[in-house]
């Protein structure tokens, strides 16, 4: 289905804003644009959510997450970027992984199995995306979601 992204995340952005704002945090959009991408609405809407849920779940309180759309040639790029703990380089290969979780000690205060994030890269893959990460412990991290710009000719009907 092609959708709208700024739309799209934007519905995300306003839904969400108001978990991050409850809990003493910021969520900021930025998004300089108008494209279609080819998605499932109601599994797309999962992945970031699951995202966000991350970057919530793993900073302190006041700390401001920001959500990037951005045109790189072809690609659309959707980040996720948090002012968080950050994830060491050591396990960063693992993340992806099912049931993965970086400090097993500390799933008890935040919660999770360690799926979240192995069924966002089995969803981005279905959508022919890709996913990345960047992280430095103490900083921050940041997701990085990629896919190819729709030219739908639908997308453009109203
Ligand atoms: P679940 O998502 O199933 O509730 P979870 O959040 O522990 O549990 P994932 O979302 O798969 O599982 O994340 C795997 C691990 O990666 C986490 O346990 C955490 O250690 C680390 N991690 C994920 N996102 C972040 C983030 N934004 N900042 C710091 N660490 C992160
Ligand atoms: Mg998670």
Same mark, same amino acid.
């Given at each position: 289905?092609?959708?709208?992204?700024?739309?799209?995340?934007?519905?995300?952005?306003?839904?969400?804003?108001? @978990?991050?704002?409850?809990?003493?945090?910021?969520?900021?959009? !930025?998004?300089?644009?108008?494209?279609?991408?080819?998605?499932?609405?109601?599994?797309?809407?999962?992945?970031?959510?699951?995202?966000?849920?991350?970057?919530?779940? !793993?900073?302190?309180?006041?700390?401001?997450?920001?959500?990037?759309?951005?045109?790189?040639?072809?690609?659309?790029?959707?980040?996720?970027?948090?002012?968080?703990?950050?994830?060491?380089?050591?396990?960063?290969? !693992?993340?992806?992984?099912?049931?993965?979780?970086?400090?097993?000690?500390?799933?008890?205060?935040?919660?999770?199995?360690?799926?979240?994030?192995?069924?966002?890269?089995?969803? @981005?893959?279905?959508?022919?995306?890709?996913?990345? @990460?960047?992280?430095?412990?103490?900083?921050?991290?940041?997701?990085?979601?990629?896919?190819?710009?729709?030219?739908?000719?639908?997308?453009?009907?109203?």
């Amino acid at each position: 289905q092609s959708v709208r992204v700024n739309d799209f995340v934007s519905t995300i952005y306003d839904k969400a804003r108001h @978990v991050f704002l409850a809990q003493g945090h910021q969520l900021e959009l !930025y998004c300089r644009g108008d494209w279609t991408v080819e998605v499932d609405p109601r599994r797309f809407e999962q992945i970031i959510l699951n995202l966000l849920d991350n970057a919530l779940k !793993y900073s302190a309180e006041h700390s401001v997450t920001k959500i990037n759309v951005e045109k790189q040639n072809d690609d659309i790029l959707i980040s996720i970027k948090d002012e968080g703990q950050g994830i060491p380089s050591e396990d960063l290969p !693992y993340i992806f992984t099912r049931l993965y979780r970086v400090d097993k000690s500390r799933s008890r205060l935040t919660g999770g199995f360690g799926l979240g994030l192995s069924i966002v890269k089995e969803l @981005v893959e279905a959508h022919n995306g890709t996913i990345s @990460v960047e992280s430095q412990l103490g900083t921050g991290t940041c997701f990085t979601i990629r896919l190819k710009e729709s030219f739908d000719e639908d997308s453009f009907t109203h």
